[in-house]
């Protein structure tokens, strides 16, 4: 049972596009791999639909909680004082309608991932990043993709069975989304789907008994703090 989920500010973003790309494909994964979650997000893409259309109507925020409310409430303010011109719908939907029809309509069907001879199921939030190599290092591999966002580092993680990462700290922020297989640290166990978000608060050392394939985000290097990774510390920069 998935246990970690993201922050319902963080669904309320994704769901009015707010995220930077390499957040939205977390969040996209694990509404894909957890059905309530999923249904929230449904819920929240509905009501920021209504409210872009409908901004002056109260109604297009119902059956939320207060927070998601008050938000909805304040991007309704902000999208009133530019000042932009008003939409009209009308023509926009009409010269939508008049594309001609897509030839090739992307499937939502889990995509197929493989590394080091095991095969991996993943959301098809994926298809337009796996083309890339794996890096390997050990038990360790990983396939770095391209989001273009300054210093943030997403990336396919693969541990082997067996494998460990040592045990270190964050001196940004790290999400971790585990998307196959399973691993543990010091905080608990986790299975397909968690969701976790940790920082410089956090020290950890994740192992895995099976093996496990995660989607991992950095902003910053790790800092490991014990043994002999931490004569890997002065080059973080170079290997996050």
């Known amino acids: 049972m998935i246990k970690h989920h993201p922050q319902p500010e963080l669904l309320v973003s994704h769901a009015n596009g707010d995220l930077p790309l390499s957040m939205a494909i977390a969040v996209s994964a694990h509404c894909a791999l957890c059905e309530t979650c999923r249904e929230q997000l449904a819920l929240l893409i509905e009501q920021a639909a209504n409210l872009a259309l409908n901004p002056d109507d109260a109604h297009a925020v119902k059956h939320t909680d207060k927070a998601t409310i008050h938000n909805a409430h304040i991007d309704a303010e902000n999208t009133q004082a530019t000042n932009l011109p008003v939409m009209d719908i009308d023509a926009m939907l009409a010269q939508i309608m008049a594309q001609p029809a897509a030839t090739h309509v992307p499937s939502n069907a ?64 790290e999400l971790t989304l585990l998307l196959a297989g399973e691993f543990s640290d010091l905080n608990g166990d986790y299975v397909p789907g968690d969701f976790i978000v940790l920082d410089s608060q956090h020290h950890h050392s994740p192992k895995t008994v099976d093996g496990c394939l995660c989607y991992t985000v950095l902003d910053a290097p790790l800092h490991f703090t014990k043994g002999l990774s931490k004569l890997l510390n002065p080059i973080g920069e170079l290997i996050y």
């Open 110 to 173: 889990p995509l197929d991932v493989q590394v080091k001879q095991q095969h991996y199921t993943v959301p098809s939030v994926f298809r337009q990043h796996l083309a890339r190599p794996w890096q390997i290092l050990g038990k360790v591999s990983r396939m770095r993709f391209d989001v273009d966002e300054m210093n943030t580092r997403a990336s396919l993680l693969h541990i082997d069975a067996q494998g460990e990462i040592p045990q270190h700290t964050h001196k940004g922020y």
